[in-house]
């Protein structure tokens, strides 16, 4: 039978269907008899039985008290490596078990030039939201590819530090001769002996003064004494032997253990043991162990063994800690310590040096430094104090990035408001379209009805797009009346997941 046939067919069933139903409800109804109703006698429920009274609860028992538990041991620096798991390939029948019963239609064309805008307005959009995260200077940068690539070496991840460490060494900076030592570790370790060799003539030819040139040859008479078969990251060392056993010295008998760990730290072990036995200087309370932790802060020893002291330092508190610090920071030279010690500064809460520094250190970078460390310390009155007394607008910026990083919402609206310099007006104003709160937004739209700068109100409109604000920028559209500035607004209103902006859109088109 066709398909047109059995329409037909259920067509004519539907319509003799419809005509019987309609023969049967022209016939009349059977009136039924009227039935007095009868009464019925209500039920016989049995008597309700008496509850008996209930007893007093006892008393509770005192409650548990937990017992502190004992210190546990420390851990190893490394979890053990482990072999990759690999899942056993499927079969290839699996793969077409399924065989579609029609074929799949073909996709929309895509418009590539208008994927291209938009992909380029999001990128722009991006880096508006992230420039004032982005601009911590130079030498901030180097510090955060050097700690990524040490993080990498720790957990023996060689090919990916070797990446970033290139980069250090392009930048020339403060850091590229520690670069050029970790290269020379790092190609050692995944047995690239040549290679490694080849960068440590590089750091002694490049840095004849450098503090690293000890460690680098005390690497290189053990690159020309090895062999040439790869060195497994997986596999045990002797330095990880070293390890264990100075940690069981120490948890034995830590006076025993101070005089090998001080012997260890002047020797030619290489920088990694070091830096552990460090470590376990600082798990013990030991007068003599905080002596040798303050020395190496001090200089004299490793850049980075000195690095980690002035962190440790830093942990310990107390006056005779900042004051080591200070001592510290006067006494060298070295950007990267300088500002590893104002950080440290700052896990000490020694509000007076850092303003003192923020106040009369002569490098623009470091004086910055020093401001944004008061703002993770919540010092507003300082940042205030500071940012009217500060002649450059590079460190003055630093200063507003305090603020948005201590949450002074309104001493960024003031300055926003009324400062004279237009850029540090609308760094502040971006400041502020990171802080989703109401005040900043009644702030923006104000000054924005007020402002009559066309770089500040577009400062101000991507602020609100920052925030996701598309009530404030609907508001703003309705009453601008430049249509360059309305446009800039419809255009980030129509990028914008929102009911209000999807209104207001619809209602520009039916205008």
């Not at 392009?170 to 590229?176: D, E, V």
């Not at 830093?314 to 800690?321: K, Y």
């Not at 507003?380 to 201590?406: C, D, H, N, R, T």
């Not at 902006?501 to 619809?506: F, G, K, V």
Request: hydrophobic share 40%; glycine share 6%; aromatic share 6%.
């Amino acid at each position: 039978m066709s398909m047109m046939t059995q329409m037909v067919c259920g067509t004519l069933i539907g319509v003799a269907a419809l005509g019987a139903g309609r023969a049967s409800a022209s016939q009349p109804v059977p009136q039924t008899p009227a039935v007095a109703p009868r009464a019925i006698p209500p039920p016989q429920l049995p008597p309700t039985p008496v509850i008996p009274p209930i007893a007093p609860t006892p008393a509770l028992a005192p409650p548990f008290v937990w017992q502190e538990l004992p210190p546990q041991p420390p851990q190893p620096a490394q979890l053990p490596q482990f072999p990759p798991f690999e899942l056993p390939p499927l079969p290839p029948q699996a793969v077409f078990d399924f065989v579609p019963s029609a074929p799949i239609p073909p996709l929309p064309p895509i418009d590539i030039d208008a994927s291209m805008e938009y992909a380029k307005l999001a990128v722009a959009q991006a880096r508006y939201a992230l420039a004032p995260f982005a601009k911590g200077g130079f030498d901030d940068r180097e510090d955060q590819l050097y700690d990524r690539a040490r993080d990498a070496i720790e957990n023996g991840r060689y090919e990916r530090a070797l990446a970033d460490l290139d980069r250090l060494i392009a930048m020339n900076g403060t850091r590229a001769d520690a670069a050029l030592y970790w290269k020379v570790y790092s190609l050692a370790k995944i047995g690239q002996r040549a290679d490694a060799l080849t960068a440590a003539a590089d750091l002694e030819k490049r840095f004849t003064k450098s503090a690293w040139l000890k460690d680098v040859k005390i690497l290189e008479v053990e690159l020309r004494q090895g062999t040439a078969n790869p060195v497994s990251p997986e596999s045990q060392t002797d330095e990880e032997i070293k390890l264990v056993a100075m940690r069981q010295v120490m948890q034995a008998d830590p006076e025993r253990g101070l005089p090998m760990i001080e012997k260890l730290l002047t020797g030619s072990s290489s920088i990694k043991i070091k830096e552990q036995a460090l470590f376990l200087l600082t798990q013990t309370r030991s007068t003599r162990a905080r002596e040798i932790i303050s020395g190496i802060a001090k200089g004299g020893s490793n850049p980075d063994l000195q690095l980690r002291a002035i962190r440790y330092v830093g942990m310990m508190g107390g006056t005779e800690s900042r004051q080591i610090l200070d001592d510290a920071y006067r006494s060298t030279p070295d950007p990267a310590v300088k500002r590893a010690i104002i950080r440290s500064f700052m896990t000490s809460n020694d509000r007076a040096r850092l303003l003192s520094l923020a106040k009369t250190e002569k490098d623009e970078a470091l004086r910055g430094e020093a401001a944004r460390q008061l703002g993770n310390m919540r010092a507003g009155a300082e940042l205030s104090e500071l940012y009217q007394g500060e002649q450059s607008v590079e460190v003055k910026k630093q200063i507003l990035q305090g603020m948005f990083q201590g949450g002074f919402a309104d001493k960024l609206i003031e300055l926003a408001k009324g400062e004279k310099d237009p850029d540090l007006r609308r760094t502040a104003i971006r400041y502020l379209g990171n802080m989703r709160r109401t005040d900043t937004t009644d702030a923006l739209t104000a000054i924005y009805a007020s402002d009559t700068n066309v770089d500040v109100r577009k400062t101000i409109v991507s602020a609100l797009f920052t925030q996701n604000n598309a009530k404030a920028l609907v508001d703003i559209a309705r009453a601008e009346k430049n249509p360059e500035m309305k446009k800039d607004i419809v255009s980030k209103l129509g990028n914008m997941k929102s009911k209000e902006a999807t209104d207001y859109l619809l209602e520009l088109l039916n205008k």
